[in-house]
Each structure stands twice: as C-alpha cells, then as structure tokens.
C-alpha cells in the first residue's frame, strides 16, 4: 500500500511559479524502480485533466500539450518524493493538484493510477 500527501498548493499571481511535492509512504522508491508517478488535475466543472507523469527511473517523462515548457516533473530518491515545478502560471492552471502512484507507468493521458493522494489547491490570480 503506497500513502500519497501532497503540498505546496496555495495562492498566486499570474506569471508566478509554484513547486508541488508529493510524499511518498508505504514503499521505498530506488532509482531502478519501475514505478510510474503522476500528476493530474480538476478545477470545478471540469473532469480530471492529466498534466505530467514520470516512470521513477527517470526513463519515461510526458507531459500534457497545456503545460510543456512550463512545468517540470522531477524526483528524488533519497525524499521518496516526486515534485512539480510550474512556471508561468496562467489562470487556466487554477485546479486541485493530485498526485498519483501506480506499479508501472501508465501510457501518456491515462489515469489508471491505483493510488491518489487527496490533492492540493492552486489558484492562479490576475
């Protein structure tokens, strides 16, 4: 059983950039782990929307078309933890931040994650 926890959420302006991290529990991540790690969102009214995931051995990387170039997934091995760094922020980027965790990466776009942490607010501003 992996124990997902998210933080860094909070409040910002346009153009501002913000780091997420996403705490791992229950399972130590090697550097040869095959685990695939996942970042997805939901702002209201909207489905979930897959914005980046990242196969813990660092040999697969995607990213959603509406964040490529901005945000950037990243782990650390020793922290058992996975981060998103999100630069130039646009209002569009305003959802709940969820992290997820599944024993092989997921194909680009798919959700079919078997953990989920239970997510972290941002709110972009003008």
């Known amino acids: 059983q992996v124990q997902l926890v998210e933080s860094g959420g909070g409040l910002v302006q346009a153009g501002d950039s913000l780091r997420l991290s996403c705490a791992a529990s229950g399972r130590t991540f090697g550097s040869t782990s095959s685990y695939g790690m996942g970042w997805f969102r939901q702002s209201p009214g909207k489905g979930r929307e897959f914005v980046a995931a990242i196969r813990w051995n660092g040999g697969s990387i995607y990213y959603a078309d509406s964040v490529k170039g901005r945000f950037t997934i990243s782990r650390d091995n020793a922290k058992n933890t996975v981060f998103l760094q999100m630069n130039s922020l646009k209002l569009e980027d305003t959802a709940v931040y969820y992290c997820?965790?599944?024993?092989?990466?997921?194909?680009?776009?798919?959700?079919?994650?078997?953990?989920w942490g239970q997510g972290t607010q941002v709110t972009v501003s003008s």
């Open positions: 997820a965790a599944n024993r092989w990466l997921p194909p680009p776009g798919s959700s079919d994650y078997a953990y």
